[in-house]
């Protein structure tokens, strides 16, 4: 039997990485405990969502004081990140490849970007907030000797198609694409496409509909 | 009526999206025509989705040849875009809001970032990547001369949460929002939280589970 639930669905862990970050911004204030419909509201859902999606990790509340805010902590922890440190890659260390990593750099997480990677001759051999910068040919040796499982693709399109084949050959099992390149692996790779380009051009749709639906109540 | 469906889900939006990006490659490529099932193959999914999402915009192909790639595009062009430009703002011109900004600037599309923001008295009053850069006092000003119905939150999370009543106030319609503060904003304004720390711990926490389960299988 897994020791953590292995079939949450994903908006679930979405919301349980969000409850965790307000979490312990109360838990550093001092706050013991929180009641289901105050992260709600935090949240911007109902009080019955939190509920559920606490109970899909087994975790219920006191009635009477609400759920102990460093406990649920430790039950989210355990169920996003496990024992053990997740060492991460990332490939492109421009502008975005450098914001991500000092972004991830200044919090404590157990997801670590241990390594990063560039074409760029200035940048390769370097160490670029506190990471070590490595040519593209080192790939695989890189991702073996680092035991990275994870990597971040921060390059251009172009350039990520062909990551493919290196990614699956170097038993990567996640990957969290920011091109607009839409990339395929075999089963048992998880990936996720964030490209920036899509996200604004929902917000825009979405803006628009709303603008055009007023205009013709 | 409208003169564009303003009711397709969130997710069709996202792949007429990715469809466009894939179809204006292969129309510089001089490909006149597509099927669905080449369509659903570079995106990993099925032709029946595909089918489904171009039928939903109103759009049919010839059997014997498929979609016509030119014309698809001006469709989809329709939906997500309309007649006119619509112009944002970055707020936050840090490594994330540069890789933003560049990002767009060597696209060419309707949507356009056409101010910053930044506290920075270095950045304050300069152009960069093209973008005039302004100082916060100036927020609501700006936004009005500059006719911008949609920010990027670039910015630390703290001073995120400071910003939700001059966003309200500025009548900003839509908000993209890269920071880890969850912000909640009245109805009628489109709201898309992302992040960066959230989607990582996604996909960790999927190949944690998809570890587990296969070596208890």
């Known amino acids: 039997m897994p020791n953590f639930p292995t079939n949450i669905p994903e908006k679930t862990i979405e919301r349980l990485s969000e409850y965790r970050r307000t979490l312990l911004k109360y838990h550093r204030q001092g706050v013991t405990h929180i ?26 509340s006191d009635a009477k004081r609400g759920y102990d805010v460093g406990v649920l902590i430790e039950f989210i922890n355990n169920i996003l990140y496990g024992e053990t440190t997740t ?4 490939i492109g260390m421009g502008h975005l490849g450098q914001a991500i990593t000092k972004y991830f750099n200044s919090k404590q997480l157990k997801l ?16 670029i907030d506190e990471i070590p910068c490595y040519a593209m040919s080192d790939f695989e040796q890189v991702m073996e000797n680092n035991d990275i499982s994870i990597v971040i693709l ?6 990520a198609t062909e990551l493919v084949v290196p990614i699956i050959n170097a038993g990567i099992k996640g990957v969290l694409n920011f091109t607009s390149a839409p990339l395929n692996f075999p089963q048992g790779i998880v990936v996720e496409n ?3 380009t899509t996200i604004l051009e929902k917000v825009a749709y979405f803006v628009k509909a709303a ?5 013709n109540q």
């Open 35 to 60: 009641f289901s419909h105050v992260l709600a509201g935090i949240h911007g859902i109902t009080a019955v969502q939190v509920r559920r999606d606490l109970m899909l990790i087994g975790f219920t």
């Open 87 to 90: 060492n991460i890659a990332v």
């Open 112 to 127: 670590k970007i241990t390594a990063a990677f560039d074409i760029d001759p200035s940048k390769v051999g370097q160490t």
């Open 154 to 159: 921060s390059l251009p399109a172009k350039a």
């Open 194 to 196: 964030y490209d920036i």
């Open 211 to 215: 603008e055009e639906n007023e205009a």
